[in-house]
């Protein structure tokens, strides 16, 4: 009976149990928050006044500004013409047209800075030509949807600026860290789609002579001048994370209307629509998230599960692998930005008690969330490449084994070696 009156129980219940009937998480953060703090009289007036104080933070501004630009980079044409330059580069090459798939992934990261959104850009233009190529269809979009979660370790990255705010580190700083251990992950995936490919005999379209491929240089050149302006802005101190956001907003703009010439009314209503919705829904969960994680403090959970973790050992490596593991388990059923903010402050006083440095332990706990993304039963980019290609979820499974398993040995080499994550904020002096 003891355990009924046990804030601590309803709070982890009260999440849990509608999140098994398929509840919005945001709703189930919020529902178990407000329940709890009526009940157990924990001052209910004051939820209104942190729900507004979770959001309205000038960091903040940066997520919608970034939605809204990687949606017009897509609508207006940017992401087309990238893959047609690197579908001309690569060629006919073996394996060539997954490891640009993987290459044109990690670069449209760097403009939307989401997963499901990188999938939904890229995926349906490069799906049908990996197809069309000879590529097996569940093949190639197991591809794009596990490649796609380099966009939130390739800066900039949504998840690294929830990050950032929740930690207080500066988003700067995460961005540059993002930059080697984003490479190495894209570097593992390659490999396993290149030995994929090879065994099946995959290969490319042959590519056309120069001035082909000149051409599409050309055109691609607008976007691939994006992360060019929105990183060179930020580290040559132009502007900040949050204007950069916005600057690469206007920057699609610009290039929709007057270069491209792609941008029309309807284009415009599609682009402010979908922005719209997806601000909403990820707004939604970090102002529900922030109310839980306050909550989780007040009650004690927080307290009661950072004291397990460090209570079953001493050792830093078995920590983290436990952390890993968790995490991993957690991408499965959870986003991650709502991962972050349920999470972190669990994990902050091990974080502190252990000596990590939080940016590392940052970028560590994104390449973790990036995995979550494609492995199932929630697996959101397999979900919406499931969407783009017509296959279920089963057909894609199993060809993003080998390449999941990639990416978690591309985490261990990450968590191993620290330096590769450190070494440029170091040599940029931000950390």
Request: glycine share 10%; charged share 10%; net charge neutral.
């Amino acid at each position: 009976m003891s355990l009924l009156k046990d804030p601590v129980f309803w709070t982890l219940v009260l999440f849990l149990a509608p999140l098994v009937v398929r509840v919005p998480i945001g709703v189930a953060l919020g529902m178990a928050t407000i329940v709890v703090v009526w009940f157990w009289d924990m001052g209910y007036q004051m939820l209104s006044y942190s729900f507004y104080a979770g959001i309205a933070k000038f960091p903040l501004l940066a997520i919608p500004f970034f939605i809204l630009a990687g949606i017009i980079m897509e609508k207006v044409g940017i992401a087309e013409r990238i893959v047609g330059l690197i579908k001309q580069i690569v060629g006919d090459v073996t394996g060539g047209l997954a490891v640009a798939t993987v290459i044109v992934a990690a670069f449209w990261g760097a403009v939307s800075g989401s997963g499901p959104a990188t999938v939904a850009a890229i995926g349906l233009i490069l799906i049908p030509s990996m197809a069309d190529a000879g590529y097996d269809k569940a093949f190639a979009t197991a591809t794009v949807s596990v490649a796609s979660g380099l966009a939130i370790i390739i800066p900039p990255s949504i998840s690294f600026i929830v990050y950032g705010d929740i930690m207080q580190q500066s988003v700067g700083a995460m961005f540059a860290a993002g930059i080697v251990p984003g490479v190495i992950v894209a570097a593992f995936l390659c490999a396993a789609v290149y030995l994929a490919s090879r065994r099946r005999g995959y290969r490319g379209q042959p590519r056309g002579d120069a001035s082909v491929v000149l051409k599409a240089l050309r055109e691609a050149f607008w976007g691939l001048m994006t992360p060019v302006i929105i990183l060179g802005g930020i580290y040559g101190g132009v502007f900040t994370p949050t204007e950069a956001a916005a600057v690469a907003a206007f920057y699609g703009l610009f290039v929709g209307l007057f270069v491209y010439r792609t941008l029309t009314l309807k284009v415009l209503y599609d682009i402010l629509n979908e922005s719209v919705v997806s601000t909403a829904v990820v707004m939604l969960v970090v102002a529900c998230a922030g109310l839980y994680s306050w909550l989780g403090a007040t009650v004690g959970l927080i307290d009661k599960i950072a004291g397990l973790l460090l209570g079953v050992s001493s050792n830093p490596a078995v920590i983290m692998l436990m952390i890993n593991i968790i995490l991993l388990f957690a991408g499965m059923l959870l986003d991650a930005n709502s991962i972050m903010y349920i999470f972190l402050p669990i994990l902050m006083p091990i974080i502190r008690a252990l000596g990590w440095d939080p940016i590392w332990f940052g970028v560590i706990m994104t390449v973790n969330l990036a995995i979550g993304q494609v492995t199932p039963p929630v697996a959101v980019n397999l979900f919406v490449g499931a969407r783009i290609s017509g296959l279920t979820m089963e057909d894609i499974s199993k060809p993003a084994i080998p390449m999941i398993f990639a990416a978690v040995l591309a985490l261990a080499v990450l968590c191993a070696f620290p330096t590769l994550t450190l070494y440029l904020p170091r040599l940029m002096k931000l950390n």
